[in-house]
């Protein structure tokens, strides 16, 4: 009876030296990071205060920036959801190669494969953007490519820790159902990279905004903000109700453990 006990304190104490250890590297990486010396300076609050100013009054009764805006904004769209559509079908193989491996080959082309996912998740889309370009040329192609690559990443891991943690649930369900939903869920992230994804020349509303930026042509730069907000957060939310009622109807379902198993 005395090991037990003797190892349950043993991983108490560990627990606690894990969050002492990381109070003190969030203190110390507070004090050496953040800086708000400079919120104190009057020159920048008015500069603050005057940009903050010019985006709250975006310019929308201007006829030819709200035709450029709508026209980047539908692209940008179109880029995610290429990018998220292209990257769910790639990613359903290797998930399903991977995720309930129960040989000795799907176990080792497991450890082969995350490694891989893990380095591909640590390169930000942007710098693939800068290596798409040079193989595709600027434009929207560039960006899909490279969110592409990310995304199909990012939805193995998804996929397979879904598909881990619900077992009971058939490849079939999950095939049809399930990554589908998880890819919608996913949508608005890849929307929002694409944005970014402009600023490098991958096409969409991140160009547009970059030069308007560039310009501190605010008012403008402002309608682009909006387009943004409105259509990454109308995806968001339509993303997020289809998949409440997947999971639903999953819960409706009776739990059939015989057939989640069988590959």
């Excluded at 203190?27 to 903050?52: C, N, W």
């Excluded at 890849?190 to 930026?213: D, K, P, S, V, Y």
Aim: with cysteine.
């Amino acid at each position: 009876m005395d090991k037990p006990k003797e190892s349950d304190k043993f991983k108490n104490w560990i627990v606690i030296l894990f969050w002492l250890g990381f109070l003190a590297f969030f203190v110390y990486s507070f004090q050496t990071i953040m800086d708000f010396k400079g919120i104190a300076h009057p020159r920048r609050q008015e500069a603050f205060i005057r940009i903050l100013t010019a985006l709250s009054k975006p310019n929308l009764f201007e006829g030819e920036t709200s035709r450029q805006v709508a026209a980047q904004t539908w692209e940008t769209i179109q880029v995610g959801f290429l990018a998220t559509v292209i990257s769910a079908f790639f990613a359903t193989p290797f998930t399903f190669l991977s995720a309930r491996p129960s040989s000795i080959w799907g176990r080792g082309f497991n450890i082969l494969l995350q490694p891989i996912l893990s380095m591909v998740r640590a390169v930000h889309p942007l710098i693939i953007t800068s290596l798409a370009i040079v193989l595709v040329g600027i434009g929207p192609t560039a960006g899909v490519l490279a969110l592409t690559l990310f995304s199909t990443a990012v939805l193995i891991r998804n996929f397979s820790e879904y598909a881990q943690q619900h077992t009971s649930l058939s490849w079939n369900i999950l095939f049809k159902v399930h990554f589908p939903g998880l890819a919608l869920k996913y949508l608005p992230v890849n929307i929002l990279i694409a944005t970014i994804l402009g600023f490098m020349g991958g096409g969409g509303i991140g160009f547009l905004l970059q030069q308007h930026i560039s310009l501190l042509n605010y008012p403008d730069a402002s309608i682009a903000i909006v387009a943004c907000i409105i259509a990454i957060g109308s995806i968001d939310l339509l993303g997020r109700t289809v998949w409440r009622k997947i999971q639903k109807h999953s819960e409706s379902l009776p739990s059939n453990p015989e057939t989640a198993n069988l590959y």
